[in-house]
């Protein structure tokens, strides 16, 4: 017979061992505060679980050569691998990463949005592998007026 | 209450494009206001896309994501007249959930 104690001591176990495999469910994850507050892309990976990230041919990232306006600055991060996250980053923002994509079968692996850039920097998307293994691209985006500050 | 998004979404094939323009003011936390105080952040945390009432897709946004953000992304397997519904949750609580038909 357990207790009422005991069995929710069982479960928290339970979770935490679901929680370091990577397996749970992905909505039932809090926010990824460590990650949002990385400053450098393997800081970010190593936040979110994954390995060294690798530059990869089948991760694409898009941006502008030179942006004008840093407060909108047009990005997209798609790969043909089976990604399991998709990142994008800007490298020398205050943190690095902007927004993590969470994919489902459902869903292409190919995200466009905009971000804020507070200076001329690279500019990465990353893909993330069920099995924890990170692939990159990269690309410089010059900036002529900063979105961060003022 | 935040203003409504607005969602676009074309089949094309087996595939859905989906342009989704929310209305949020994103601050950053790293701007100061007149008084040289810094503005505390205010930005989309958490962004969850459905087709037909079933998750298809959820990101997490930091607050490096422009003012009235802006969102594309291909949805397998919808048709027009499928329903997309797109939600956004703010760092403040505030939260929005707004649809549009495939066409």
């Not at chain 1, 460590?34 to 994954?50: I, R």
């Not at chain 2, 094939?13 to 205010?42: F, I, N, Y």
């Not at chain 2, 930005?43 to 594309?72: C, H, R, Y």
Request: one cysteine or more; aromatic letters at 6%.
């Amino acid at each position: 017979m357990q207790t009422r104690r005991e069995t929710l001591k069982q479960s928290a176990v339970v979770a935490g061992l679901l929680a370091s495999t990577g397996l749970f469910p992905q909505h039932a994850l809090a926010y990824q505060k460590a990650a949002f507050e990385a400053k450098t892309l393997a800081d970010v990976a190593k936040a979110l679980g994954a390995s060294a990230p690798v530059e990869s041919k089948d991760v694409t990232v898009g941006g502008p050569d030179i942006a004008e306006n840093g407060a909108v600055v047009p990005l997209t991060a798609s790969t043909t691998l089976a990604a399991k996250k998709v990142l994008i980053l800007v490298e020398k923002n205050p943190s690095a990463l902007v927004a993590l994509f969470n994919v489902t079968d459902s869903v292409e692996s190919s995200f466009a949005t905009r971000a804020k850039m507070g200076q001329s920097s690279d500019v990465y998307a990353v893909a993330i592998m069920a099995d924890g293994k990170a692939f990159y691209a990269k690309k410089e985006v010059k900036v002529t007026l900063g979105g961060c500050g003022g | 209450m935040a203003d409504p998004m607005r969602i676009r979404a074309q089949a094309s094939g087996d595939k859905a494009t989906v342009r989704v323009l929310m209305s949020h003011e994103m601050e950053s936390g790293q701007r100061k206001d007149s008084a040289g105080k810094v503005v505390p952040a205010w930005f989309i945390q958490d962004v969850t896309a459905s087709l037909n009432g079933k998750v298809v897709m959820t990101a997490e946004w930091g607050p490096a994501v422009s003012k009235n953000p802006f969102l594309q992304f291909v949805v397998k397997g919808a048709k027009a007249g499928d329903k997309i519904s797109v939600n956004w949750k703010d760092n403040k609580g505030d939260s929005r959930t707004d649809e549009a038909t495939v066409s």
